[in-house]
């Protein structure tokens, strides 16, 4: 596709359940990168993909958190039985095979746990 | 750990105005420094970005500054419109890793 789309663009979700957010990337972009942004924050790097594998996944703020990329394409984070403190909007980005290129951004997933 | 600290966190600017962004920085391996702007509801998209063997890069309004004995870059963004108001974010990358971004700069473009 033309940039990185993001699904769903919002979810409300109750305490204690479980969510998946996906991501398409630009087609090529071997990288793929997470972030998660809170309300007036900055953006705080979670997880990163080079092709299916994770070489980087220190962001991870818990267990909870887990994602995975199949076909080089497609990544999917999911977050178990969901905090509130997971409230955010949650970012993906594509690049070629280094940061160098540039991040495409897509619009994110604006998660609410209530 | 912040490895990529930004100033200020807010500036208003009227209209004509110069916009000026500071970051600051430790790794002394970061060699590709990006500027991102973010509009409410948008993902952050690339603005301009620079080489730590130039000291300066314009791109139409758009300038960054980068002095590396002192580990800073900043933007400058000349004769500020309302539609540059928006959310700005440095950010700073090692070879073949990720970004590490700095806290924002909320941007307001007084008419």
């Known amino acids: 596709g033309a940039g990185v789309s993001q699904s769903p663009s919002n979810k409300v979700t109750e305490k204690g359940k479980d969510v998946e957010l996906r991501c398409d990337p630009i087609s090529g972009h071997t990288a793929l990168y997470w972030y998660r942004q809170s309300l007036g924050q900055g953006l705080e790097f979670l997880i990163y993909?080079?092709?299916?594998?994770?070489?980087?996944k220190s962001g991870l703020p818990s267990d909870r958190f887990s994602a995975e990329r199949t076909g080089g394409s497609v990544s999917t984070l999911t977050i178990q039985r969901t905090q509130q403190e997971d409230s955010a909007v949650y970012l993906c980005?594509?690049?070629?095979?280094?940061?160098?290129?540039?991040?495409?951004f897509g619009s994110g997933t604006r998660l609410t746990v209530v | 750990q912040q490895q990529v600290k930004q100033s200020p966190q807010s500036l208003i600017v009227q209209k004509g105005g110069i916009s000026i962004i500071n970051c600051a920085y430790e790794n002394t391996a970061f060699d590709y420094f990006p500027w991102y702007q973010q509009f409410p509801g948008k993902g952050p998209a690339l603005l301009i970005a620079?080489?730590?063997?130039?000291s300066e890069k314009k791109e139409g309004r758009f300038t960054i500054s980068f002095n590396k004995s002192a580990k800073q870059f900043s933007l400058h963004i000349m004769d500020s419109q309302p539609g540059d108001s928006a959310t700005y974010f440095c950010?700073?990358?090692?070879?073949?890793?990720?970004?590490?971004f700095g806290g924002g700069t909320r941007v307001l473009v007084k008419p």
């Open positions: 950010a700073a990358v090692p070879a073949g890793n990720k970004l590490t």
């Open positions: 980005a594509s690049s070629l095979a280094q940061a160098f290129y540039g991040y495409t």
């Open positions: 993909f080079q092709g299916n594998s994770a070489p980087d």
């Open positions: 620079i080489r730590p063997d130039v």
